[in-house]
């Protein structure tokens, strides 16, 4: 009878743990690099340098008005 | 420290669509995704009105805030941007943003069939910068190249601009004052926030 039963609750522990929840792997957002770190391809915008946060913006900041602003290329 | 905004002039936009076709050849988006539109208001009245639509990386982004699984974060310049590998493609986002940025390709080379997809700045996305795998999911990283968004840069008449928000603001304060009209931005203050925008609290964009 006793064999019967720890059988049953062997079957029974082994019928549970195909319930059991998978381990979660989610490591969430990957770290993003900051823009300024640049890509390390030959084919970027000259003028700054990878890494110079400072010249990155003050980069973008030139080609923003030598770009856009064609108020800036008529005066 | 750098804030990229867009402004969109409508005063300016002829709706060419070079800014819709830039960012298509520029992130090889696939058919049936939109990552920018040119919308008309108005369209065949007199005095109609073109735009230029897209992600506008709002300062208070609803697409974060609805996002079940928090795929979205901020960089530090203010550009907003998503992890594809995270996305689960429910489409909250797509309900919550107030400019129909949020696209979902049924299938192609943007990652997993329904991951969303959205303009990126052309920040990249979370991958190495200037990878293949960052170009396939998210396009082409001209932020981390130097460079500015191909839109703005392509757009003929210089309606659509883009870059640090001091410096694109300045350029159209400048315009305003020398055509004397057409101060309105449309969105600005939607994405921006009315205080940014310089206008009243509650006050439409």
């Given amino acids: 009878?006793?064999?019967?039963?720890?059988?049953?609750?062997?079957?029974?522990?082994?019928?549970?743990?195909?319930?059991?929840?998978?381990?979660?792997?989610?490591?969430?957002?990957?770290?993003?690099?900051?823009?300024?770190?640049?890509?390390?391809k030959p084919y970027v915008a000259p003028g700054w340098k990878a890494g110079d946060r400072n010249s990155w913006e003050q980069q973008?900041?030139?080609?923003?008005?030598?770009?856009?602003n064609d108020y800036a290329k008529v005066q | 420290m750098a804030r990229m905004k867009f402004i969109c002039d409508s005063e300016r936009c002829i709706e060419c669509n070079g800014c819709v076709t830039a960012c298509k050849n520029e992130?090889?988006?696939?058919?049936?995704?939109?990552?920018?539109?040119?919308?008309?208001?108005?369209?065949?009245?007199?005095g109609e009105r073109s735009i230029s639509v897209a992600c506008m990386h709002c300062s208070d982004a609803p697409c974060m805030a609805v996002c079940p699984v928090s795929c979205f974060y901020r960089t530090e310049e203010g550009v907003v941007l998503h992890d594809k590998d995270t996305c689960i493609g429910c489409g909250y986002c797509s309900y919550a943003c107030p400019f129909g940025a949020p696209q979902f390709p049924s299938a192609g080379t943007f990652g997993v069939r329904g991951k969303m997809d959205?303009?990126?700045?052309?920040?990249?996305?979370p991958e190495t910068h200037g990878s293949q795998a960052e170009f396939e999911k998210y396009g082409r990283n001209r932020l981390a190249e130097g460079k500015l968004p191909a839109?703005?840069?392509?757009?003929?008449?210089?309606?659509?601009?883009?870059?640090?928000?001091?410096?694109?603001?300045?350029?159209?304060?400048n315009r305003v004052l020398k055509r004397g009209k057409g101060a309105e931005v449309w969105g600005w203050g939607t994405a921006y926030g009315s205080k940014q925008a310089g206008q009243p609290a509650g006050a439409k964009s």
């Avoid at chain 2, 659509?160 to 350029?171: K, N, Q, T």
């Fill in chain 2, 118 to 125: 959205k303009c990126t700045f052309c920040a990249g996305g």
């Fill in chain 1, 1 to 40: 009878m006793s064999r019967v039963l720890v059988l049953a609750l062997a079957v029974a522990a082994a019928g549970l743990a195909g319930c059991a929840d998978k381990e979660q792997t989610a490591t969430g957002i990957k770290n993003d690099a900051p823009p300024y770190a640049g890509t390390g």
């Fill in chain 1, 60 to 68: 973008l900041k030139v080609r923003t008005v030598q770009g856009q």
């Fill in chain 2, 27 to 46: 992130h090889e988006v696939p058919w049936g995704v939109n990552r920018r539109r040119v919308v008309t208001l108005n369209d065949g009245v007199p």
């Fill in chain 2, 151 to 173: 839109c703005a840069e392509m757009c003929s008449t210089k309606a659509l601009l883009a870059g640090d928000g001091d410096v694109v603001a300045d350029i159209f304060r």
